[in-house]
């Protein structure tokens, strides 16, 4: 059967061959910094044509700024070595009228300023590259809470000495609830029934939840949509913070995907772990080599990852090439028609998602070509992931990469890896941090 999609043309290697023209051309050096907040912030070492290939050059770097944008998350960029008519033009496409105004738009929400663009003329003065990140331990000592708040349950462990003495998962509603009182009354009652099994006394609280964590505070997400704007701000972003006051003790949040990657850094006893949950879209979570997670906005969803100029626009961001189409169910229903394979119209996207995944479980060639082709798609994202991420080993959930479909997906992705001379290790979570889950490994934030 013919390679699907065959105009894809990988981020990897668009920047790997832009950066070998600008080399043999006479290249420039370039760093971009992007500041997240107080002491920290993130570098990126590149290229560009020292001089023309204007077009080319703004192109490259805004796909860099791109996905520094969404990966780490942040609001203003430096950027030494480049002239100061790319960084307007850079500044033009991030504002209210540039084709970037969804990105800007966005990020505001989340650090409450617009994104700006300075330009540097000396290295010496970007702001130096640095995080505020404690190391985690996989057996915490002490009385611990752990909460686990997704969109359908809310669970919660107690734990002493890291054994767990009390657990409980909660049905309940928060996408559907406009006032913030059910969200903060379902998180405590979590809590209360954990903190009895603790003989009342609690040292320290891990919360884990869906959504945007910027210094503790929630700062978007869908468990909290229907709350109105006008009072977001003042009862969502503390609610997790609030706890601290009500408890008595030190209360950590970090969002669920890099609590996932964290339960998978325990299961290898080791750092250096991205996580990406192929489903509905793409999340990501990240844990460093010192086992912290850094903070990191990982809403790779909207990171580029395919250079196509004519490649599938996001229906959201009106962005083209983004994780999301290329690493969730929606990637596997644009590619069905191509190979032939017609989908139920009025099925839903996690209907026809089983629909091919039972033809693949079946042996059907069609659907097979359909999971390889996910398979180069992870291989050279990961690649592309790795100049930015400093990770060994990429943890693969979701229901993309479950059953025969996914063990096609994962084998490929292995494959390709080893052709392209990478010794990124791709792993499917393991027993202990699927049963572990969120819960108990937010006991060990």
Not at 45 to 63: I, P, S
Not at 67 to 86: H, V
Not at 268 to 275: D, I, R, S
Request: with cysteine; net charge negative.
């Amino acid at each position: 059967m013919k390679t699907l999609n065959e105009k894809y043309y990988p981020m990897y290697l668009y920047a790997k061959e832009f950066c070998e023209g600008a080399e043999r051309a006479g290249a420039r050096p370039v760093i971009i910094a992007l500041e997240r907040g107080e002491g920290e912030v993130e570098h990126y070492a590149t290229v560009l044509y020292n001089e023309g290939h204007e077009r080319e050059n703004f192109r490259y770097a805004e796909r860099i700024v791109k996905f520094m944008l969404w990966a780490y998350g942040g609001y203003k960029f430096y950027i030494w070595g480049a002239d100061e008519a790319l960084v307007e033009e850079l500044r033009e496409c991030y504002s209210d009228k540039g084709a970037r105004k969804f990105d800007v738009d966005f990020m505001e929400q989340v650090y409450l300023t617009r994104t700006e663009f300075a330009r540097v003329e000396n290295a010496e003065d970007l702001p130096a590259a640095g995080i505020r990140a404690e190391r985690s331990s996989p057996v915490a000592s002490g009385k611990r809470i752990g909460f686990d708040a997704g969109g359908s349950d809310r669970k919660v462990t107690a734990c002493i000495d890291g054994k767990v003495v009390y657990e409980k998962e909660t049905i309940w509603y928060p996408k559907l609830q406009s006032d913030p009182e059910y969200h903060r009354m379902g998180i405590e009652d979590s809590i209360d029934n954990a903190l009895a099994a603790l003989g009342g006394e609690v040292e320290a609280i891990g919360v884990s939840t869906a959504g945007i964590v910027v210094d503790g505070e929630i700062r978007v997400a869908s468990l909290f949509r229907k709350v109105p704007q006008e009072i977001y701000r003042e009862k969502v972003f503390p609610i997790y913070k609030n706890l601290a006051k009500k408890y008595g003790c030190p209360v950590k949040v970090a969002n669920d995907g890099d609590v996932a990657a964290l339960a998978g850094a325990f299961g290898l006893g080791k750092g250096k772990v991205l996580g990406i949950a192929m489903g509905t879209s793409l999340a990501g979570g990240f844990v460093d080599g010192d086992m912290r997670i850094r903070g990191y906005l990982n809403e790779l969803a909207f990171a580029p990852v395919d250079a196509d100029p004519e490649a599938q626009a996001d229906e959201w961001s009106g962005d083209i090439g983004v994780g999301g189409n290329y690493h969730s169910q929606d990637a596997v229903i644009r590619l069905a028609p191509e190979a032939g394979i017609e989908l139920t119209p009025d099925a839903s996207p996690a209907e026809k998602l089983k629909e091919v995944q039972k033809l693949a479980e079946a042996g059907d060639e069609r659907a097979i070509a359909i999971f390889t082709r996910l398979g180069d798609y992870a291989a050279y994202t990961l690649m592309w992931f790795k100049n930015f991420y400093d990770f060994d080993t990429a943890i693969v959930l979701g229901r993309v990469a479950s059953g025969k479909g996914g063990d096609v997906l994962i084998a490929r992705a292995r494959t390709l890896l080893a052709e392209l001379g990478s010794d990124i290790a791709v792993e499917l979570p393991d027993e202990m941090s699927r049963r572990l889950g969120q819960s108990y490994t937010a006991t060990q934030l």
